[in-house]
């Protein structure tokens, strides 16, 4: 899913301090069930090396999971599938272009930025503005070094497929990229052009999202990632607050059951008012966000 640039957020000071990293919150909830725990940990699709180790409170929490449960069943993911799913859902064949689809102004305000950006949107030609939006927003991340191997999803992955822990998925890849598909057009157009205007920013802005994710800064979380689709109706409520929803009655589900979850999913899904932890908590759960311990030099 597409991730929106973080807002500005406080630089920590360091003082003379005797402890090397002092204890802060991670992107990382515990919600007791009657017999079991479920955590929800908030994901970054991409990473950098320099963003590396995880908090190792991540590493306690898969440690003590049962089962891994990610937005798509990423262990079963059939690379040839998903590719031509992409194609059936975002590829035009019937000869209408992106400039068709986004008309002449909005599509010469795209050109114009993609081209200060050094972005060939003559390469989306056959796209649709979701699929181009996608596209361009990888192909900014992968300038500066982001890494899908290194995303967090990717790395639990791993880690459960090498230690044989089963891995389940919330939704098929078809399943969204109808949502993707099924946005209003104008709210697709609306998503290619901010995501090129955000480019701009994204080297300057990026470490401070990082930041924000390691140190469980909700707040910056929300201000940057909600406030940038606050105006977008039509794609917060498909590709947000309706997912939330239906994942959050099914995570009460499974606390009923006697097995421990670890949910892996994208950040924006876990802040907010409309936010599955808020969710869950308006149903009654025991919730609350987990921090790193200090470190010591």
């Not at 725990?37 to 994901?43: E, M, N, P």
């Not at 967090?152 to 230690?163: F, I, S």
């Not at 701009?200 to 401070?208: G, H, N, R, V």
């Not at 909700?218 to 994942?247: K, M, P, Y």
């Amino acid at each position: 899913m597409r991730r929106i640039l973080a807002g500005l957020v406080l630089v920590l000071a360091s003082g003379a301090a005797i402890a090397g990293d002092a204890a802060h919150p991670v992107t990382l909830w515990r919600v007791a069930g009657e017999a079991n725990t479920v955590y929800l940990l908030g994901s970054i699709h991409l990473l950098r090396e320099q963003d590396l180790p995880l908090p190792s409170v991540i590493d306690d929490a898969y440690a003590d999971a049962d089962v891994i449960v990610m937005e798509l069943d990423m262990d079963d993911m059939d690379p040839v599938y998903a590719q031509a799913a992409f194609n059936r859902a975002g590829v035009r064949t019937d000869g209408t272009t992106l400039e068709d689809l986004m008309g002449a102004s909005a599509y010469a305000k795209a050109e114009e930025i993609a081209a200060e950006l050094d972005i060939p949107l003559d390469m989306l030609a056959q796209s649709e503005p979701w699929l181009a939006a996608l596209t361009v927003e990888l192909m900014m991340l992968y300038r500066i070094g982001f890494d899908p191997t290194l995303g967090v999803e990717m790395l639990v992955m791993q880690r459960a497929t090498r230690d044989g822990k089963p891995i389940e998925g919330l939704e098929t890849i078809d399943e969204q990229l109808s949502f993707l598909d099924g946005l209003p057009l104008e709210a697709q157009r609306e998503m290619l052009l901010q995501t090129l205007a955000e480019g701009a920013a994204l080297s300057e802005t990026i470490d401070e999202l990082i930041h924000a994710w390691h140190h469980g800064d909700i707040a910056a979380l929300e201000e940057g990632l909600l406030e940038s689709v606050g105006e977008q109706d039509a794609f917060t409520d498909a590709l947000i607050h309706d997912r939330n929803r239906r994942w959050a009655a099914t995570i009460a589900e499974w606390l009923d059951d006697e097995q421990d979850y670890l949910v892996v999913v994208g950040t924006l899904h876990l802040v907010g008012d409309l936010g599955v932890p808020a969710l869950l908590d308006e149903r009654g759960f025991g919730i609350h966000q987990l921090s790193e311990p200090a470190t010591l030099r």
